[in-house]
């Protein structure tokens, strides 16, 4: 009876749009990375929510009723796109009869048409490929000059939906800009001694971030993506990076480390957990703090398999 009362509640809240701060628009994202960037530009007239959280998969996110209540009252939804979302968040968008945030509506924002994107599949793809994303890869975000462009996009929707605020989107936008370019000049400048050097990454979080820091990703713990790693594509693995002398393990934080931790060990290599989003760590407060983070690990480790 509880239960059945509990979910009387969320239905009737869900049916009474619920009070907001005066004036700022409402605004959900998929992601923190998109939450981040959506509260760089938006500053005071915006309140900005992600629905999934930096330590989560985002492929995986548990639907919870208080999301639904979050999504009905949204002015504007952000999403990473490209499918990253498509097993968790549909259903939400529409449980949340919400009319602003449906698909192709005014308020349905998809950040992947601003960014470049990579590994867009040629020819047919099957679930024999494992999850392999038709649109191309959606971990987009881990490059900074695509973190740009999202921005960009997401000043320029709202100044459209505030034209009031324009020239402050406008001005918020340019002092993020000057902000981002002056970091990624000293995270290239960081990164530059260690160009070229090859890495395997448990899943294939990091294309956008390994082109924009020259580094080479030569192989994956996944045997393809999405799929759990087998003794043979493990004994493989090793195999490689003993010929290839490539001692860097790449994790993100929601993945088990038993099996990198073996492959460390049959290659004298080193497992670096690296958060690809902001949140995968209490520290990694915004999209500048992500790369801080990330870049300093990479750093260490390789400074310590060299």
Known sequence: MAAVGALALVFALLATPPARAAGKLQIMT????????????????????????????????????????????????????????????????????NPKIQVGA??????????????????????????????????????PENGLRIAKGIADKLSQMRSADAAYFAQRYSDFEQRLKQADQRWLAEMKPYAGRKVVTYHRSWPNFAEHFSLNVGGYVEPRPGIPPSPQHTVELIQQMK???????????????????????????????????????????????????????????FDATH
Not at 124 to 137: K, S
Not at 259 to 287: C, F, H, M, W
């Open 243 to 301: 010929r290839d002398a490539v001692k860097i393990i790449v994790v993100e934080p929601y993945f088990d480390l038993k099996t990198p931790n073996s492959i460390a060990r049959e290659t004298a290599g080193q497992v670096v957990v690296l958060p690809p989003s902001v949140g995968g760590e209490k520290e990694i407060t915004d999209y500048f703090k992500l790369f801080d983070y990330d870049i300093a690990k990479l750093k260490q480790a």
């Open 106 to 143: 005014a308020g349905y924002f998809d950040a992947s048409r601003f960014a470049k994107i990579l590994e867009i599949p040629t020819g047919q793809v099957t679930r024999a490929e494992g999850d392999v994303h038709p649109l191309g890869n959606p971990h987009y975000w881990l490059d």
């Open 30 to 97: 998929a992601t923190t990375d998109l939450a981040a960037l959506a509260q760089e530009i938006g500053g005071d007239k915006v309140e900005v929510e992600s629905v999934a959280r930096g330590y989560q998969d985002p492929h995986f996110v548990d639907a919870k009723p208080s999301f639904l209540l979050k999504l009905k009252r949204a002015d504007l939804l952000i999403v990473v796109g490209l499918d990253l979302e498509i097993g968790w968040l549909p259903p939400l968008i529409t449980q949340s009869t």
